[in-house]
């Protein structure tokens, strides 16, 4: 796990705060210069100095900050820029011959056809994990597929294979989907979930299991009571009665910033340092173990065993909570891997 792609690179020109200050002219020329590939760099798995090694396939999420509606909208002059500009160049030293590169939808995909379309053939999708049966939870991101000019031949357009894909799906799927198929946490998940706050507000566990209201922040449980007035104006009855009712307590909608399950149907987006998103009709929030099952991950047995898949062991809690926010979702970055597969052959 190189957590530092600077690590990754020798023969820098510029230092990572200095690319921070580059006008897009100077980033450019910059961009194209040739940079070489450490052999080893400090790896935070095994807290060694690891081999790089050097793939077939690049699956990379690059820092959505700089593009997400809810950031600053500074676009490449953002902060996060020098880390793509080092996952760029080390793409580009490395002459990876597929690269899946993953962002909001906003992102520009400019930027991957300026810096690397002499090396890359790239295609852009804005894929939503609803596409594919997984329409529980909002996730819509933009999917850029790149094939190495030198190393890959295309031999089909990843949007036409994804749009076959996806009406397929919609076809063949008569699945009915509720969002209550999230709550899957038992009692013993609960209380490991809301074991630090129950110190914090010196509660008893017990208790606060089944008044977990109480634990709540004064501006959680405001807005609390603001979705649940916005749910009873708009549908006509009580949002404790529903099992639609999901809403994002980081969030205040009298400020007019509506983050809920009223909208889509939908489990709102994942963020990360995202809020409590709050179940009326179950008296809590969702757990993080099942908001990590609600974007795909096999964290229970019977998600495992329907997918054939090891179940991933994770604690709910912080450690839950670290794997969330800006993840992928399984199901898309999924498919947009198999598409980027099946889409070219090795020269």
Same mark, same amino acid.
């Given at each position: 796990?190189?957590?530092?792609?600077?690590?990754?690179?020798q023969?820098?020109?510029?230092?990572?705060?200095?690319?921070?200050?580059?006008?897009?002219?100077?980033?450019?020329?910059?961009?194209?210069?040739?940079?070489?590939?450490?052999?080893?760099?400090?790896?935070?798995g095994?807290?060694?100095?690891?081999?790089?090694?050097?793939?077939d396939?690049?699956?990379?999420?690059?820092?959505?900050?700089?593009?997400?509606?809810?950031?600053?909208?500074?676009?490449?002059?953002?902060s996060?820029?020098?880390?793509?500009?080092?996952?760029?160049?080390?793409?580009?030293a490395?002459?990876?011959?597929v690269?899946?590169?993953?962002n909001?939808?906003?992102?520009?995909v400019?930027?991957?056809?300026?810096?690397?379309?002499?090396?890359?053939?790239?295609?852009?999708?804005?894929?939503?994990c609803?596409?594919?049966?997984?329409?529980?939870?909002s996730r819509?991101?933009r *999917?850029?597929?790149?094939?190495?000019?030198?190393?890959? !031949?295309?031999?089909?357009d990843?949007s036409? $294979? +994804?749009?076959? @894909?996806?009406?397929?799906?919609?076809?063949?799927?008569?699945?009915?989907?509720?969002?209550?198929?999230c709550?899957?946490?038992?009692?013993?998940?609960?209380?490991?979930?809301?074991e630090?706050?129950?110190?914090?507000?010196?509660?008893?566990?017990?208790?606060?299991?089944?008044?977990?209201?109480m634990?709540?922040?004064?501006?959680?449980?405001?807005?609390?009571?603001?979705?649940?007035?916005?749910?009873?104006?708009?549908f006509?009855?009580?949002?404790?009665t529903?099992?639609?009712a999901?809403?994002?307590l980081?969030?205040?909608?009298?400020?007019?910033?509506?983050?809920?399950?009223?909208?889509?149907?939908?489990?709102?987006?994942?963020?990360?340092?995202?809020?409590?998103?709050?179940?009326? *009709?179950?008296?809590?929030?969702?757990?993080?173990?099942? !908001?990590?099952?609600?974007?795909?991950?096999? $964290? +229970?047995?019977? @998600?495992?065993?329907?997918a054939?898949?090891?179940?991933?062991?994770?604690?709910?809690?912080?450690?839950?909570?670290?794997?969330?926010?800006?993840?992928?979702h399984?199901?898309?970055?999924?498919?947009a891997?198999?598409?980027?597969?099946?889409?070219?052959?090795?020269?």
């Amino acid at each position: 796990m190189f957590l530092n792609l600077f690590d990754m690179l020798q023969g820098t020109c510029y230092e990572q705060d200095a690319i921070a200050q580059l006008t897009s002219q100077a980033l450019a020329k910059y961009m194209m210069t040739c940079v070489a590939v450490s052999k080893q760099a400090p790896c935070c798995g095994h807290g060694l100095m690891c081999a790089v090694p050097w793939p077939d396939f690049d699956v990379t999420g690059t820092p959505c900050q700089d593009f997400s509606p809810a950031g600053k909208h500074r676009g490449p002059l953002g902060s996060q820029m020098p880390i793509f500009v080092a996952w760029v160049q080390i793409v580009l030293a490395m002459a990876i011959p597929v690269v899946l590169h993953e962002n909001v939808p906003q992102f520009w995909v400019s930027l991957l056809e300026q810096f690397m379309g002499h090396a890359y053939f790239v295609f852009s999708i804005v894929m939503d994990c609803g596409d594919v049966g997984f329409p529980l939870i909002s996730r819509r991101r933009r *999917y850029t597929i790149m094939y190495n000019r030198s190393r890959v !031949q295309v031999t089909q357009d990843p949007s036409k $294979v +994804y749009a076959s @894909l996806c009406a397929y799906m919609a076809r063949t799927m008569h699945i009915a989907w509720s969002l209550s198929d999230c709550w899957l946490a038992d009692d013993n998940e609960v209380l490991m979930e809301i074991e630090g706050l129950c110190q914090t507000r010196n509660l008893p566990a017990a208790f606060a299991l089944h008044h977990m209201a109480m634990l709540l922040s004064p501006g959680e449980h405001r807005r609390l009571i603001a979705y649940m007035a916005m749910w009873s104006d708009r549908f006509g009855h009580c949002s404790t009665t529903d099992k639609r009712a999901v809403s994002n307590l980081a969030d205040n909608p009298e400020a007019g910033y509506v983050t809920w399950s009223g909208a889509s149907g939908r489990i709102p987006g994942l963020r990360t340092n995202g809020g409590k998103l709050w179940v009326p *009709y179950l008296g809590r929030w969702l757990t993080t173990k099942e !908001q990590l099952a609600a974007m795909g991950v096999p $964290v +229970y047995s019977c @998600l495992a065993m329907a997918a054939g898949v090891p179940c991933v062991p994770v604690r709910p809690g912080h450690e839950a909570k670290l794997m969330l926010g800006n993840m992928m979702h399984i199901a898309s970055v999924g498919t947009a891997m198999l598409v980027a597969l099946s889409c070219g052959r090795p020269l």
